[in-house]
């Protein structure tokens, strides 16, 4: 392999780590704002990308992520 191709693929690895990087930083701002459906779609989004790369880091987080919306999405429901 050579030296163009050994960078773009560094670069294609990256470029994917702030794709779902960015999807659970949405989530965050979408749980902040009671928006939980919408960060539901957005961790979602997160773990399908880290599932394709093997990302076990960013899954975990997302589990992390899941916990917390369905928490907050089931006080949401009894308050009703």
Do not use: P
């Not at 392999?1 to 949405?26: F, G, P, W, Y």
């Amino acid at each position: 392999m050579d030296m163009k191709e050994q960078q773009k693929q560094k670069v294609s690895s990256v470029a994917v780590n702030r794709v779902h990087r960015t999807a659970i930083s949405l989530t965050a701002l979408r749980f902040k704002l009671g928006q939980f459906d919408a960060a539901l779609s957005s961790t979602l989004e997160a773990i399908r990308i880290a599932q394709n790369k093997n990302d076990y880091s960013t899954i975990l987080d997302c589990t992390i992520w899941l916990h917390q919306i369905s928490g907050a999405m089931g006080n949401r429901e009894q308050e009703k």
